[in-house]
């Protein structure tokens, strides 16, 4: 039986791309994206239901028609576009003014989130 894609999951493929491992998340977004183990940033990101229509080749009326041009009025919020490295954090955490049981809380975390990709 299957569960509602609610929250993301990530995957890795024993396929690999120049040896390196494909990550396949499937997003809470209802999207799928795939990158290449220990490449930072996005992937190439596609939604489901696009790909599904691709593969069994049916058209919906929300897709545009090839040629068309879509205009999105969605508003960017500030901050989206921007990465910042985790080594870079921890470097300023480790400069930072916090107390020691604070500032090694934090280093915990931010070396775990480095450990895991």
């Not at 990158?35 to 939604?47: D, N, P, S, Y």
């Not at 205009?71 to 921007?82: A, H, I, L, M, W």
């Not at 954090?89 to 500032?103: E, F, Q, V």
């Amino acid at each position: 039986m299957a569960t509602k894609l609610e929250k993301s999951i990530t995957r890795e493929s024993t396929e690999t791309i120049d040896d390196k491992e494909i990550l396949v998340t499937l997003t809470e977004g209802q999207e799928i994206e795939l990158k290449l183990k220990g490449k930072r940033g996005k992937g190439e990101i596609i939604t489901i239901k696009d790909l599904y229509n691709h593969l069994t080749g049916t058209e919906t009326n929300s897709q545009p028609k090839e040629g068309s041009v879509v205009v999105s009025n969605t508003p960017k919020k500030r901050g989206d576009e921007k990465m910042i490295s985790l080594y870079d954090l921890r470097s300023h955490n480790a400069i930072s003014m916090l107390d020691l049981a604070t500032l090694a809380k934090f280093d915990q975390i931010i070396k775990s989130v480095i450990e895991s990709y």
